[in-house]
Every structure is written in structure tokens, then in C-alpha cells.
């Protein structure tokens, strides 16, 4: 009889969480297990387990795995206290710490810290709990012991998340986590602070893909996505709307809902004050329509809004902010670059970005300049909601049309550079009145555009550059 092991992989799960769970039942009335796995192991050599924070007992080794000192390298990683997580990154080094596989064996159960640095969770630290935790984990074991040394012990964050993934085979993936403000979590930003921004640069890099998992309605104001949906009144913006049927008087035309009919148990039409007895001879009920309680606002169609269960602000549905949440997988560059062993490419920021065209062309002896653009929001538009956004993405679609196509455009919305070569400051200043009928032709919003050239000598100023309308 087996052991009941539970893989609690929910819908977005990302890591492969395994829970092995110790049935008394089963360990009081069969033998002794046989040694299948024991015998793999002995077939791939021992694995090496550290314990940490102290050495792991001897009598919870499995036979064929080895209890390294803590100045040796391990295979897995055992956390035997409460909190020892938060002593991993101390004890191993980033990089190794944020690579080896974990197993929880504090046996504390789920929602704690230790719990969800882990990759495998023992209910009891019994030796064949642990024998079978660290078989289910060798596969990433021997993918592991494949890698480079200088890639386990990495100080690049970008490298450690590649390689986490690359030792576990799986993608970096979001869970639905209804405590969390955003409604998921990336349970790999336990071990790597921060993996989500650096999935992104990844991405840009070609060494993850993203794959679509959810769009969640956000908070303009505060980015949570714990809104809640309701129809308000269009009137006075309260939720107090009921539905009631119209009542249609058929001899004087007069229709209204029904409670300014009811009189007791009687209907009187409230304009001609007859009374109305027999539906379809004297009155019929041509639909319903919405009351707002509060104000008493007729309307066939209220509006769908949106409330914020973290800052309490009542948001239209035209203004809610979304964001699109993804899994990230290795791509085959991604897995060469950890197989290989090689640096990444640096990520470069947009005044690196600057500097470094600027200095290309000064190493050619040619001119260049910068144009920056930037659109200035119109009051009463949300700066996080859906309106403005398409704008910004629809600005930088027309920027990247207007210029030639080798034009190196960079976006950080609402901020537009375009990276002119061979273009003087004073050539493009004198051109500036045609770029900017071109760019704010098909503008619905009517953002105000500020757009300024720099000459490469003035660079420092477009990082410096305040935001305020010029
Ligand atoms: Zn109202
Ligand atoms: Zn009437
Ligand atoms: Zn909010």
C-alpha cells in the first residue's frame, strides 16, 4: 500500500506543491516499505540533504541519501524549524538558496512562509516520509548536478529565476490567492523578491515566453483587484435600485411603476385617479423598470460600477484599470543560457538607452537629437483607467508610424522619446509644427501634447525633465 500523496496543484498553482501525507493506518498494520526507491537511489547515487537551521537527525536520513556539514554544497534542502526559511538565503547564498529544491519538514501545514518557499511538504519527519519526498525530487536533482557551478551560485536574480524554473521544469506561474490585493500570487517571489518585474524583462530578452492565464478588473486608485460589481443609480451613483413592473393604464395612457399605483390592496392610476380592476381591460404591465430607493430616479438602464474593497472608491466601468496576468515558461534560448552557463544580456534603462545611441553616433562623427513627447492627461480622465491607457498605446502606434522605421522609439507612457540620427536639434525645431499635427491628429481624448528636441550634449536634462506641462 502506497502512501497518500497529494499533489495540491489548484487552478493557477504555480509551483508543483506535493504534499506526502503520513496515513497512521497504513504505517501500523503493513511491513516495512519495500526499498523500490531506495534502490533508484542507490542506482543515481546519494543524494546530499542539509537541514536547516541544525543538521538533520540521523534516524530521519533515508539510507541512501547522505547529511551534508553546512560548509557543503547539498542536492535538497530540509527545513526543520518554524521560520527556517527566512535562514536559507544566510546559510546557502542567494543564488543557491533561491535554486535548490525545498522540503518542508516542519510539518506546521499550510499558509506559512515555510510552507510556500517549499516544493514538497512531509506532514510527519519520519525517514520514509523523507525517502519519498526526496525521490519525487530527483529529477530536479539531476537536472540540478547538470548546471555549471558559476549558474547555481549566481548573483543575478534574472539567472536565478531561469534557473529555479529550469531545475523544476515548470513555468513561472501565478496562484489565485483571494488575501493577496492583486487576487493571485506568484509563490516564486517568495524565493526570488521582485521575479514578476524580472519575468518581464526576461520576456523582452526572448528567454520567456508569457502565456495568457487571466485579465482581472483593477483599482484606478490603488491597483487592487478586489472590486466588487454593482449597478448604481445613474442620478445619485447608489446602489439602492430596485426593479418593479410598470403599470400601463389603457383608457388615459398613463404608465408609471406600480407603486405609485398601489393603494392597499388596490390599484388607482395616480394621473386620472380611476381605479384600474382587470389586467387587460383596464391596465396591462408593458415591462419593469429600475427605482433608485435613494433618490427615486427612473431609469430602464443604470449603470454597471465598480466598488474597491481596499480604498472604498466607487469606480465607472468606463474608468476601471485591468491587468492581464500570465504564466511565464522557459524558452529554448532560456534554457541554453542556463544549461550554458552564459551572462545575461543587460536589461537597459531608457536613460542607458539614450546615452548609449547618443554615443554611437558621436563615435561616427554624425548629428543626432532626441524628441521627447509627452501627453498630459485632461482633467476628469482616470490616469489608471482604460480611456487614457488606449490613448498612451495609441500614441506610441502613430509615434512609431510617423518616423522612419529604423527610428529607435522608446515608451514609458505618458513620456515618448524618438531617437533621431542624423537630425539636428535646430533641423527637427523647425519641423516641429508638422510632427505634431501628425501625432495629435486621431487623438479622441484631446490629451494636451508637450514635445521638446534635445541635442545629445543635453541628455542629463531629459532624465531631469519634471512633469509639468511646459
Ligand atoms: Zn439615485
Ligand atoms: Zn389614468
Ligand atoms: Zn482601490
Known sequence: MSEAIHLVRQEFTATALVEVADRTEFSHSSSPPDNVASKALLRHGAIRLSGV??????????????????????????????????LLTQRLGRGVAAILPVIDATCRGRGTPDHRRADIAVDRAS???????????????????????????????????LTRLFVRDRPF???????????FVYDDEAAIPGAATLAEQLTELGLLERKFVDKTTVCPHCASARMTVR???????????????????????????????????????????QQLKNFSVDYDRPGSIGICLSCSHL????????????????????????????????????????????????YASISGRVRAFAGRHSALGEPCSILFARLHRPQGVEENGDAWRHTCVFFGLIMRESFTPETEIIEAAP????????????????????????????????????????????????????????
Open 53 to 86: 537551521p541544525g543538521r538533520l537527525h540521523e534516524t530521519v536520513v533515508p539510507d541512501e541519501a547522505t547529511s551534508v556539514n553546512a560548509n557543503e554544497l547539498p542536492d535538497i534542502v530540509l527545513l526543520t524549524e518554524t521560520n527556517a526559511s527566512a
Open 415 to 470: 513620456v515618448f522619446l524618438a531617437l533621431l540620427g542624423r537630425d539636428r536639434k535646430a533641423e527637427v525645431e523647425q519641423h516641429l509644427p508638422q510632427i505634431r499635427e501628425r501625432l495629435d491628429r486621431h487623438l479622441a481624448l484631446a490629451p494636451k501634447l508637450e514635445l521638446v528636441v534635445f541635442s545629445p550634449d543635453e541628455i542629463p536634462g531629459i532624465a531631469e525633465r519634471p512633469g509639468k506641462a511646459a
Open 127 to 161: 525517514q520514509r516520509l523523507i525517502e519519498e519526498a526526496v525521490e519525487m525530487l530527483r529529477p530536479a536533482v539531476r537536472r540540478l548536478r547538470s548546471l555549471p557551478r558559476e549558474v547555481i551560485e549566481t548573483d543575478d536574480p534574472r539567472l536565478m529565476l
Open 299 to 346: 431609469s430602464t438602464e443604470h449603470k454597471v460600477g465598480f466598488l474597491c474593497l481596499d480604498c472604498d472608491s466607487r469606480v465607472e466601468a468606463r474608468n476601471v484599470d485591468s491587468k492581464t496576468i500570465y504564466s511565464y515558461g522557459l524558452t529554448s534560448a532560456g534554457r541554453a543560457c542556463v544549461a550554458g552557463g552564459s551572462p545575461l544580456p543587460q
Open 231 to 273: 449597478e448604481h443609480c445613474s442620478k445619485c451613483g447608489c446602489a439602492n435600485i430596485v426593479q418593479e413592473p410598470i403599470v400601463h393604464h389603457l383608457k388615459c395612457a398613463w404608465q408609471g411603476p406600480e407603486r405609485d399605483f398601489r393603494r392597499g390592496s388596490e390599484l388607482i392610476c395616480p394621473k386620472c385617479l
Open 173 to 183: 506561474a501565478p496562484r489565485s490567492e483571494v488575501s493577496a490585493r492583486e487576487t
